[in-house]
């Protein structure tokens, strides 16, 4: 390897720690403001902020350095002590201010501020030496080549951002997920320090000795044409300095106002989950260095460097107007990806390159442009003989620029503007400032305003086209076509309620076909209410029960499900406003004198109007205070302890959301919880896998001695947790009181019998797993957040979790020894409550057969076939399936699950006097006569008749003649022996069993069946 190629290699290397440092910091600096769309405003602040006090800093000194590449070498060890100290001194830091700074300050105010100067302070050191290390690698580079003082600066920011692009995929997608936040930290300083090793081998390989400073042409220098003449009139006169460094703030302020604008957007399309985000940052510096790439040979060569550098900004401004038609298109081609990789194998590594292709189709044109302008500005200001001075201001003023329009965009304009109006507005100040330097160009070089006027005039045109022609309307743009490929349009959607704020654009519609309303943020639905919940007189309406698909039953159940075990609770936080149904929830509770809702966004309060009546409670109930704060902010100042805290965060794998279900997180509320108080929390188990569950799972029980989980929906969870040694059962006749069941109008009443099958595991379910070493999810090892976009991508739902409510055996009433005993038939209050339906599908039947018969509720017409075919089992016996033991078995099976399932310790005796009458007296076979004994022994606690019957159905299965599901089989099998105290048959079973049910081994079922079978045979 060369000594210039080992420079070069250094500088990539440093554009990749600087990228890598800045995606964990917005990491890390999410967990501390709160919200990580702050934080990402907060770290490119600081972090760009930081880097132009740096480049000044350097700009006087290195030109009195003989070897300006020794001072990077500095600067490069310098970071990589700041890469090895930072994880200990930001945990510090927070803990200390949780603790004991932010209670001291005791207001909203002064605990924001601090928080916010705190945050900064963490990075702005490493960000100052950062922003020297381009000034001190672009001098080495243009003293190695003096007479191509532009080629040196655009090869500088060329590899620099090229490494930065690479960093920004290499910390989010690999390190992270590797070596965990701290980890990442510690690779970023190894890179640091492999760069300053690569220069300084280089330096020393070299046989000259260091060079000393050179002077750069002088101001009447002019590059030369191809025939060795001038190469026509020079446009660097009088003032050049002033306005090109002028530009540098300016088009710098323009291009990442640019960013900002099309993060948001992006995120509109490519979703807004953190990897969503790092895709988009790469493609926007990759653009950059391809800009910085193509003028590398144009900045020495052009004879006009004033006028050339506003053309570039002319086109800059004219790209980004035309963004957004692209931008629009590319609803489309997402709708298109997400359709054809769906569920195909590598389709969401396919998924995330398509995503990566779709961000530069919008960004790159301007990106290129944008990546020209400094390499052309300080070319310009080199040969205009300003000397190395000039590279670090160029570069400190590009990144103030920068920090300015990150934030006016980010927390000023973009809430104001709109998407559209921000981007148009970058794209103004792109043009004007492209005018002003044709404008001087031709004064300068005589050429007159000609220039000037043309691109005006071109630009004028092209902005009245764009915005003519293009609308970003609400019901595009919001339809979230990142999620199933759906795009739709004022066709299928009207819009109620649109504005981009500071965190997210939230948005509200209404179904023209359904009338459901839908309350979105970034596009993704947060909450929905079906017409029936928004009128005024809903007694009226007949009694239904909830229809499945809608979000009021897990609204109106996971925080009264908190409630039942709290139900004397006095004070109460809601972490979370989302539709304000769980605060009206809540305020059921005739013993609740206070709710606190804290919410980040106001906008989702102002959205949340259009669920009104349903909501009104959440505005209307003088016991509800709102405060528009970070949640840990809130708490550690306030220093108040609550009786019951709820939350309810978006879907795991929306950006900053997984890290309210970490270690740390459970660790932190705790100290704002009463004795005895208890906390709730909302989880989706759709979109979502076993393993990720399982990860939240492990968070809450490294810190809750007990909780419990219950099916609240479709497919969501509400987990209880305490820090009492055991948990009190719960009081359901907080749903019983008139307020709920005013609340719930329209719908079937909620009882207690309802909330019982709806019961997944408590702390002792899953122990033998966690036990076993189940890695928790954590703030600083992101499990859940790294592996829940692939999830949501791949439609992935956590069916182990899920069938502990579903399944014909009940895993958690076994192990915590609690039967489940018939209750008689009430109506199912919602059809997405399955385990619910299920029970009472079967008290139906019990009820029916006792009766003699009946009709079906009409509500659930399916039942009456379920009738139907428990009433020829029970009279027809072995005739009716014509002589066949395995027509008979099979019809016995399903007939023993639907008048059984749900529940646990309980047997219909005249369905197994005559189950086993037939098997008697038509001399049956012992594998029919064992499917038998296997669910009555299961039923009744006969482990030995159960443990003997699996012993007959494994030969038979082993020989390829199942007589039983085989997921049945394994399930009821594994349990009796290791009740019969045969814990290696167990295990010998799963072997078996295992690979051939229709679940896979690798269930979490499966896993927690072989989880207590090996505890039980002392593998554990």
């Known amino acids: 390897m060369t000594a210039s190629t080992a420079i ?120 100052v030496v950062l922003g020297a290390t381009f000034p001190l690698m672009a001098a080495g580079l243009v003293r190695a080549d003096a007479e191509r003082p532009g080629g040196g600066i655009a090869m500088a920011y060329l590899l620099n951002t090229l490494g930065g692009a690479f960093g920004v995929i290499l910390a989010g997608f690999v390190l992270i997920g590797w070596v965990g936040l701290p980890g990442t930290s510690v690779t970023a300083a190894a890179i640091n320090l492999s760069a300053a090793g690569l220069v300084l081998w280089a330096r020393r390989s070299e046989s000259s000795t260091a060079s000393e400073p050179v002077e750069s042409p002088s101001p009447d220098t002019r590059p030369e044409g191809r025939d060795g003449t001038a190469a026509g009139p020079s446009d660097v006169g009088p003032g050049l300095a002033p306005v090109l460094l002028t530009v540098a703030f300016g088009t710098a302020l323009a291009s990442f106002t640019y960013e900002i604008g099309w993060i948001r957007m992006l995120s509109l399309v490519l979703g807004s989950a953190t990897h969503a985000f790092e895709i988009m940052l790469s493609a926007f510096i990759l653009g950059i260095a391809v800009g910085a790439w193509s003028v590398r040979r144009h900045a020495d060569g052009t004879p006009r460097p004033v006028a050339y550098l506003g053309w570039v900004q002319v086109a800059m401004g004219v790209t980004a107007v035309a963004s957004l038609p692209l931008y629009l298109g590319t609803f489309g081609l997402m709708s298109g990806m997400v359709q054809m990789l769906s569920g195909e194998p590598g389709g969401y590594a396919l998924f995330n390159v398509g995503r990566y292709g779709l961000a530069l189709l919008v960004m790159l044109p301007s990106t290129v442009l944008a990546g020209m302008t400094l390499p052309l500005v300080t070319a310009a200001l080199l040969r205009a003989g300003h000397g190395e001075r000039a590279i670090g201001r160029v570069y400190g003023l590009n990144t103030f620029g920068s920090v300015t329009g990150a934030g006016i965009a980010g927390l000023v304009a973009l809430p104001y503007l709109g998407l559209e109006g921000l981007i148009v507005a970058g794209a103004l100040l792109d043009v004007l400032l492209g005018v002003w330097l044709l404008e001087r160009s031709g004064a300068w070089s005589g050429v007159g305003r000609r220039p000037a006027l043309a691109a005006s005039i071109g630009a004028a045109a092209c902005f009245v086209g764009v915005t003519a022609v293009v609308e970003l309307t609400p019901e595009t743009i919001t339809s979230g076509v990142f999620r199933r490929g759906v795009l739709a349009g004022e066709d299928r959607l009207r819009s109620l309620f649109y504005q981009d704020g500071r965190t997210s654009t939230v948005s509200a519609h209404i179904g023209t076909s359904d009338g459901v309303i839908v309350l979105a943020t970034n596009g993704k639905p947060d909450a929905s209410l079906g017409p029936r919940w928004i009128l005024d007189r809903r007694d009226t309406l007949p009694e239904l029960p909830i229809p499945q698909g809608r979000d009021f039953t897990t609204q109106a159940l996971a925080p009264v499900v908190t409630l039942a075990h709290r139900p004397e609770a006095r004070t109460g936080a809601n972490i979370g406003h989302g539709s304000g149904m769980t605060a009206a929830s809540l305020l059921t509770s005739g013993e609740l004198e206070r709710l606190v809702t804290i919410e980040i966004e106001p906008l989702m309060v102002e959205a949340s109007f259009v669920f009104l009546p349903a909501n009104g409670p959440a505005f209307g109930d003088p016991r509800v205070t709102y405060v528009f704060d970070d949640a840990k902010s809130y708490f550690s100042y306030q220093r108040e302890r609550f009786d019951l805290i709820f939350a309810e965060p978006s879907n795991p794998w929306v950006s900053g959301t997984a890290s309210l279900f970490t270690v740390e997180f459970y660790r932190r509320v705790t100290d704002f919880l009463s004795d005895g108080a208890v906390l709730g929390q909302w989880v989706q188990i759709y979109e979502l896998d076993d393993d990720l569950f399982l990860s939240v799972v492990a968070a809450l029980d490294a810190v809750f001695p007990s909780y419990r989980a219950y099916l609240v929906g479709d497919a969501d969870v509400a987990i209880v947790a305490t820090l009492d040694d055991s948990m009190a059962q719960p009081d359901w006749s907080v749903v019983e009181n008139e307020a709920f069941r005013a609340f719930t109008t329209s719908a079937p009443p909620f009882l207690a019998q309802h909330f019982e099958p709806l019961l997944l595991f408590d702390q002792n379910t899953f122990r033998s797993l966690l036990d076993a070493g189940v890695p928790p999810n954590s703030d600083f090892r992101p499990i859940l957040d790294l592996g829940a976009e692939r999830t949501r991508f791949d439609e992935e739902f956590a069916a182990g979790v899920y069938s502990l409510a579903t399944s014909r055996v009940n895993l958690q009433r076994h192990l915590s020894g609690q039967p489940l005993t018939p209750r008689p038939f ?54 009716g399936y014509l002589g066949s033991w395995r027509g008979w078995v099979a019809a016995f099976v399903q007939a023993e699950n639907t008048l059984h399932w749900g529940l646990s310790g309980h047997v219909e005796q005249e369905f197994y006097e005559e189950a086993y009458r037939v ?82 081994p690798d269930d979490l079922r499966t896993r927690l069946l072989r989880g207590l079978a090996e505890e039980a045979a002392g593998i554990r």
Do not use: C
């Not at 501390?32 to 602040?45: D, E, I, M, N, R």
């Not at 599908?841 to 079906?856: D, K």
């Open 8 to 127: 070069r290699a250094a500088f990539i290397l440093s554009g990749v720690a600087g990228l890598v440092y800045e995606v964990l910091w917005s990491r890390y600096l999410g967990l501390f403001v709160g919200h990580t769309a702050y934080a990402q405003v907060l770290v490119l602040g600081v972090y760009l902020g930081g880097m132009g006090v740096g480049s000044f800093a350097i700009s006087d000194l290195s030109k009195r350095l003989s070897d300006p590449l020794r001072g990077y070498v500095m600067a490069e060890v310098v970071l990589a002590a700041f890469g090895l100290l930072f994880h200990p001194l930001f945990v510090f830091t927070t803990s200390a201010s949780y603790d004991t700074l932010f209670p001291a300050l005791g207001s909203a105010a002064a605990v924001g501020a601090v928080r916010w100067a705190l945050a900064g302070l963490l990075i702005l050191p490493q960000a």
């Open 826 to 879: 009430r109506m199912p209050p919602a059809y997405g409550l399955n385990s619910t339906v299920l029970a009472e599908r079967g008290a139906w039947l019990r009820a029916a057969l006792s009766e003699g018969g009946g009709i079906a509720p009409e509500e659930f017409e399916e039942w009456q076939e379920d009738l139907v075919n428990l009433q020829r089992f029970l009279v027809e016996g072995l005739d």
């Open 919 to 1000: 098997l008697d007296e038509e001399d049956a076979p012992p594998t029919a006569r064992a499917v038998v004994d296997l669910l009555h022994g299961y039923g009744v606690g006969d482990w030995a008749r159960a443990a003997a019957a699996v012993d007959i159905l494994t030969a038979s299965t082993s020989g390829g003649d199942g007589w039983l599901p085989t997921d049945l089989l394994l399930d009821v099998g594994v349990l009796a022996y290791l009740e019969a105290d045969r814990p290696t048959a167990a295990l010998s079973l799963l072997d078996e069993l295992a690979p051939r049910t229709s679940r896979g």
